[in-house]
């Protein structure tokens, strides 16, 4: 079983920063991509951040300019750092990997259980 364990959520202020981790472990061969999603209540789940195991990474426009993903290869962790953060940006963030288990075998993903990011005066 691979399992991911987010951290880092919490309450921040407008135009405040924090930032996420998600470490997977598990019987993982490699890792392809990475990345957060995140839902709003009453919203359907969208993706905030991926990078993938080259480091290449593609953001939402909403998170452009503001939001930096990055990963630890050897630690199998990724994170998002959140900054100048807006009420908009409350939501459940949620971490995925897209991972093999052998050499060779099929790609399979999984999901975090999610962390709640609440920016609020």
């Known amino acids: 079983q691979v399992q991911l364990v987010e951290s880092g959520g919490g309450l921040v202020q407008p135009g405040g920063s924090l930032r996420l981790s998600c470490a997977a472990s598990?019987?993982?061969?490699?890792?392809?991509?990475m990345g957060w999603y995140r839902q709003a209540p009453g919203k359907e789940r969208e993706l905030v951040a991926a990078?993938?195991?080259?480091?290449?990474?593609n953001y939402a426009d909403s998170a452009k300019g503001r939001f930096t993903i990055s990963r630890n290869n050897a630690e199998n962790t990724v994170y998002l750092q959140m900054n100048s953060l807006k009420p908009e940006d409350t939501a459940v963030y949620y971490c995925?990997?897209?991972?093999?288990?052998?050499?060779?075998?099929?790609?399979?993903?999984?999901w975090g259980k999610g962390t709640l990011v609440t920016v609020s005066s």
């Open positions: 598990g019987t993982i061969f490699t890792i392809s991509s």
């Open positions: 995925y990997i897209n991972y093999r288990r052998r050499y060779g075998a099929t790609v399979f993903d999984t």
């Open positions: 990078i993938s195991s080259a480091g290449m990474s």
